[in-house]
């Protein structure tokens, strides 16, 4: 097992440019590889048995959406009764039809946990990893790089490295983040 530190970006192209840049800087390349991360939902057939349902932030979304649903039809067939007068019945039911969707959208959005979502669930991204366990370069000379070169998100890993590769990478598995605090210094957030 050795640290590894990984920054994820939003493209292909800028995490090549950072394993160009770790590698001024020092790096190894035996010890920097880059992979593309599939987005939550879409890891499917994977040794770690699969991928989720749905999101932990979601779980009361389904709820949420129902109760949504009731208000706004009953909002929409009220506003739909005061236009039939001029749009006939149907407005009712369209009223109805409407509020309904619209209620269930607003429901479920306002009963996510949107904070857990964020710190749960790998994003999609070009993920740059470096074996810091067999760097001299260091952890927070990696995690420096990775923060002024625009990374989405920073994390410290203790995993396997074989081949050039994180080779026990879970996608699945909600990353350990990196925080810069007031005072600018990283700070790795415990998920364990």
């Known amino acids: 097992m ?5 920054g994820g970006f939003a493209t292909h192209e800028a995490a090549e440019s950072a394993m160009q840049q770790l590698i001024a800087a ?3 390349e035996d010890n920097l590889c880059s992979f593309r991360v599939n987005p939550p939902g879409e890891h499917e057939g994977l040794p770690t048995g699969g991928d989720r349902d749905e999101s932990p ?3 009361q979304a389904g709820g ?13 067939a009220a506003a739909g009764a005061v236009a039939s007068t001029v749009l006939g019945p149907v407005a009712i039911a369209g009223g109805a039809g409407v509020g309904a969707y619209t209620g269930a959208l607003v429901g479920a959005l306002g009963s996510m946990d949107h904070g857990t979502h964020r710190n ?26 990775f923060h002024d070169l625009g990374a989405l998100q920073i994390e410290r890993a203790v995993g ?5 590769e994180w080779s026990d ?5 909600p990353p350990n983040l990196v925080d810069f605090g007031a005072s600018g210094v990283p700070e790795t957030r415990n998920r364990m």
């Open 2 to 6: 050795t640290t590894i530190i990984a």
């Open 26 to 28: 020092g790096v190894n």
């Open 57 to 59: 932030g979601a779980t």
């Open 64 to 76: 949420g959406a129902v109760k949504g649903a009731a208000v706004g039809a009953v909002a929409g």
């Open 120 to 145: 749960d669930v790998r994003p999609a991204e070009n993920l740059v990893a470096v074996n810091v366990g067999a760097e001299e370069i260091g952890g927070d000379r990696v995690i420096s790089i």
């Open 160 to 164: 396997t490295w074989s081949e050039g």
């Open 169 to 173: 990478f879970d996608p699945i598995a």
